[in-house]
């Protein structure tokens, strides 16, 4: 069959020889999920992707959204896909069971939620958002709370939301003017104005759940008086059942460059004075809330870029195997060489091996960053648990923001290899761009994700976290320099290891000084090489797990490993010597776009 | 005025103190454009850019084209904006006064089109497409063909095309299928479908005229057996009145990811055996007549490229100046810091370096290579045009290939600087960014302009013309070692030409090698080193300038000097190590690309 989304046989490497995730299966947490299971639980997702959801993809581009009269219709196909993703309980996959959720390890949801994820990015939003909203209720929520909205939430009878961004307040939420007043009953009367709310109105169940930022009156300036509240669009009884309306009202919806079929909202809250909210966790704690849901929400989001970008690379491989066109240069000169599939022609094939060695490393990466999570869930340990997570918060900016960079020039070269045809939306690639784009900007900007690993995650725990995350890069190195073919490989990985650790060092020092400034105008720069040092380890530790593969493997197998071998020799030798030179020009510290007056911007 | 398209100061900067370009008129070619006339051009076109052509960009896009019964609508405002062209005698800037052109130095035709272009590039195209049309007339045309179409084509009364792509036949031109019968009146009887046709079909004007690219009945198979004719939509007679319809039907009009307003046609060519055409040229001399005017519509492509980039971060400097939001990094410890313009964040002022520094090296380079098109008009010296073309082949692929490429990447920090509004359609981020995307795509794809640059021009009279490119290198730089501050920018481009130079040579060999394969899957990288050396070489010529502009300046140019040194420090030092790298990842010649079988790539 024509490639489409995520080959399975590179999800099943990742999952079973890269990660050994069944191993998981030996904790009682997740007993269940033997290689039987995970492999079960692949194909359903795919299968579901394949045959129900990619079908409604580009109608749903096409259509889109409209607002009348406070109502939003979203795409009609999607109602259909709800109900699919509701009876086959693909709503809270990771959540726990005693909740309703599937209770699946975070490294088996994510595969899951790349092939539901590209086949339709814009569909795939409702259900994310909606168990990120019931994983605050979750998180901070009293049992009262949890009792009301959970159950519902991961069983998608209601969907979730979250209100954060304001016209005034994007990337700096303490901006936020939406106020939240205490009423008689313990309750709050919420006003204000959100923006940019993915699916925050229509009638695709029968209600929605609102997380709200909102300052209660009286509260600090900034984010330090900031609370959080959950307010739903009708109003629910303590015994769940649905009342009236609680003055939510869609006073707009965008038209936006991509993900078409997510309707993105204007609401506002309390106009007519009768929006009611419940606080969510402590007041003036809003922020902290947001930030412990903040890891898994960019994490969704490069999971996003993951899915386009494979996506868009399957299109292309299959299109370039089938397009005929052009002989191949090496019968250039015979007589009336034949046309061939562009896939004899090199700079096809460049093209095509860096989407597939991007896709495969950011696979592995984002997989590996759930599985961590998982590891830490099963761990006794304190010092590992604490390990894991130094581990995990400083790949999110990289799992995050250079993730989504990749993707979207994964998607921009799939449309690339279509020639004309990739720029009609006829064909798929174009939604695939457009989609992707939007990944680079919400859940904080790239340029933020490269601000959080400079500001918050270099020096966490003074260092600690990084060093522990080199030192696993370290393992790998150990352990390819082992194998002779790899060994070359090896050395240049830890080459890029030593000089991004001199990098990190200088960046960290620059930060705490004068130079503070020119420190942050190389966050992003600092971002990409410790990004593509990150995804040359995934690709080395990839080689070093197919060469293991190959010494045991049947002739089917032969060509699979041979391509992850491939990859691993391409981005080794083609990347990071490119990364070796970002790092010189990082170390040179050029201040020129900090020292030029703003009077000395021309057009 | 907010900035929306290109800053005048930077336009008169490349043309009066970098090119001086008004030297020129003491030429009798170019006798009338003293300097005064050049800057009242440029500012008649500015005025209409901004005036009448930005505010129809935004509704062009938004309606775009519809098809109904063969006939096609394009966007209203368009037809009274190609009325205003008309007046203003801006269909044929550059072509011969003699047959109704203005004759224009390119350089100076390229800086009204980087204006009106930039403010609707979907419009702009049916400019470009009718005089690129006419030029083939005026080239191979016969005296009377030039005396039927010319002036009509010229003074936009009707429009031209360019007939060249089918559905198996894009990249491959020699696989076309069109037809021509010799009939025995001397005319052809022209049948096949073209695919792809910008602006094949509408009533905007009385008239269209498309070359078509065709093989006449038992020509050889290949390149080697086209034609190209001239086939109006209404037949014309020889005393140029319009007559019945030719037989050229429009099948359906292509839904693409960008430039809306203009419209991309199927034709069918004499599915009724009634579409006639006149040969244009020789007999299967087509693909020469192809060729001679590949230069100017690459280097078309290139200056879409710079004029929406431009648009890009004339808008984004406006915003990043206007919109508010967050304190400043250096106040962040304060108690309740004010928000401040977000051009004081450093991740916002290094995008917009970024951007500043590439739409300046476009510009200056795509109007030096206009320039040197000029220079050779008026050159006595068969040498010395000899040497200019040669710069001129060499750079081509560069103007477009190399700068439209950056030129996306531009019109992308530009969406990224409006953060979440940069993806909303009532912005103006989002069209700029789909419109540039199709110049990395027609005009033969940046992959075969990386080709171009590998295959033809490196070796090109046995490497005298790169050779004569890297002289015009050195002088810049034996320029600014002179001075003190520039002599180290100067060092980093002479070592920069130094490696290119020999990244140069191990592609000319490996690509006469048995290794031909891997040399042409690093024609892109090659394409982009060389870019961004000649990008580094633009700077340093800029910097040099703009030293001797700065001693004799007055306070209110001080700024823009230095925003122009500003420019070159950042781009040397930071692009060119990163070039470094990128060609020494050539020089290993990983080969992993062509290696890898084709049953290996998996999705």
């Avoid at 894991?388 to 690339?416: A, E």
Wanted: hydrophobic share 40%; proline share 4%.
């Amino acid at each position: 069959m024509a490639h489409q989304l995520a080959d399975r046989r590179d999800v099943e490497f990742v999952l079973h020889e890269q990660l050994n995730l069944s191993d998981l299966s030996n904790h009682e947490t997740y007993g269940e999920f033997n290689k039987k299971t995970i492999d079960l639980v692949i194909s359903e997702a795919r299968n579901l992707a394949l045959k129900e959801v990619l079908p409604t993809n580009a109608p749903g581009d096409q259509s889109g959204c409209t607002l009348e009269n406070g109502h939003v219709q979203i795409p009609d196909e999607f109602k259909r896909v709800w109900e699919l993703y509701r009876d086959g309980e693909w709503i809270a996959t990771s959540e726990d069971p005693g909740w309703g959720g599937q209770g699946m390890p975070h490294a088996l949801s994510m595969a899951c939620t790349e092939y539901l994820s590209g086949a339709n990015m814009a569909m795939y939003m409702y259900v994310a958002l909606t168990h990120g909203a019931a994983n605050l209720v979750e998180a901070f929520g009293s049992q009262g709370q949890k009792e009301k909205y959970l159950r519902k939430m991961y069983s998608g009878e209601w969907t979730g939301t979250m209100l954060l961004t304001e016209p005034g307040a994007g990337s700096d939420v303490g901006a936020l003017t939406t106020t939240a007043t205490p009423n008689a009953d313990g309750t709050y009367s919420i006003k204000g104005n959100k923006i940019f709310i993915s699916g925050g109105e229509h009638d695709m169940v029968e209600n929605i759940v609102h997380p709200v930022l909102a300052r209660i009156e009286g509260a600090p300036e900034g984010t330090k008086g900031i609370s959080l509240f959950t307010v739903p669009k009708y109003r629910v009884a303590d015994d769940g059942s649905v009342g009236e309306f609680n003055d939510v009202v869609c006073t707009g919806i965008e038209h936006k460059m991509g993900i078409h079929g997510n309707c993105t909202c204007s609401l506002a809250l309390g106009e007519k004075g009768e929006c009611v909210g419940e606080l969510l966790g402590e007041p003036n704690k809003g922020m902290r809330a947001m930030f412990q849901m903040m890891n898994e929400a960019r994490l969704f989001v490069g999971i996003q870029g993951l899915s386009v970008a494979g996506a868009s690379y399957a299109n292309a491989l299959t299109y370039a195997k089938e397009r005929v066109q052009g002989p191949n240069l090496m019968t250039m000169m015979d007589k009336n060489p034949p046309a061939v599939p562009i896939i004899q022609h090199p700079d096809i094939r460049r093209q095509l091996i860096a989407m597939k060695a991007n896709v495969e490393a950011m696979r592995s990466l984002l997989f590996y960053i759930g599985y961590c999570s998982d590891l830490k869930k099963v761990s006794d340990s304190e010092d590992e648990k604490e390990r894991l997570q130094g581990i995990i918060d400083v790949l999110i900016p990289i799992g995050k923001g250079y993730v989504t960079d990749r993707s979207y020039d994964v998607c921009s070269h799939g449309m690339q290899v279509y020639g004309g045809y990739g720029f009609i939306e006829e064909y798929p690639q174009a939604q695939l761009l457009r989609d992707c784009r939007i990944t680079m900007i919400y859940e904080g900007t790239n340029g933020i994700q490269a601000m959080d690993l400079l500001g918050r995650k270099l020096g966490m725990k003074k260092g600690k976290a990084v060093m522990d995350l080199m030192a696993e890069m370290q393992k790998t190195i150990a352990g390819a320099r082992e194998v002779a073919a790899l060994a070359p490989l090896a050395d240049e990985l830890e080459k890029a290891v030593g000089k991004l650790g001199e990098v990190a060092m200088y960046m960290g020092k620059t930060a705490m000084s004068t130079e503070v400034m020119n420190a942050f105008a190389n966050a992003h720069p600092f971002m990409t090489v410790t990004g593509d040092v990150v995804f040359a380890w995934m690709h080395l530790w990839r080689a070093l797990t197919a060469t293991a593969g190959l010494e045991k493997t049947k002739k089917r197998d032969k060509d699979f490993y041979g391509g992850v071998l491939a990859s691993a020799a391409h981005y080794i030798q083609t990347e990071l010597p490119v990364a070796q030179g970002r790092m010189r020009a990082i170390l040179k510290g050029s201040d020129a776009a900090m020292t030029i007056p703003e009077t000395a911007f021309f057009g």
